[in-house]
């Protein structure tokens, strides 16, 4: 029972990722505009990066293979973009503070979560290994 809820939450939390680093590479130009919106230097470039950390860290917990890479990744990706993107203090409008409120805390929640598969023993159950 334990390596499969370990596989299904692996293919959930990697997939999450590597959808999301697809939808980087395929929106360059719409996140980029939004990004240097936010204040974000070189935004198509912080865009791409983002984008490959987002694959990196996908790929990992998706395969188990090498999952502290994987973590660090999200952490490379989420600590900035949490800070600048969604840094509600400095918005004025109601409704634009609750958005990057809600944005912040989950982006808070799942850098914690994915900390904690730095906790679980490696070689992951069914994970690849090269």
């Known amino acids: 029972m334990y390596d499969t809820i370990i596989l299904a939450g692996r293919i959930i939390v990697g997939g999450y990722y590597l959808y999301n680093s697809i939808n980087h590479f395929t929106h360059v130009a719409m996140m980029a ?6 204040g974000v230097p070189a935004p198509k470039l912080a865009i791409l990066a983002s984008g490959t950390l987002l694959f990196i860290a996908g790929a990992s917990i998706f395969l188990g293979w090498r999952p502290e890479i994987g973590v660090i990744a999200v952490v490379l990706f989420l600590v900035p973009v949490t800070l600048t993107m ?7 409008d109601p409704m634009q503070k609750m958005g990057q409120r809600v944005n912040f805390l989950k982006n808070v929640a799942l850098l914690g979560s994915t900390l904690m598969f730095l906790a679980i023993p490696r070689p992951w159950p069914h994970s690849v290994n090269f």
């Open 86 to 92: 969604h840094n509600f203090w400095i918005e004025k």
């Open 33 to 38: 505009h939004h990004a240097g919106s936010r």
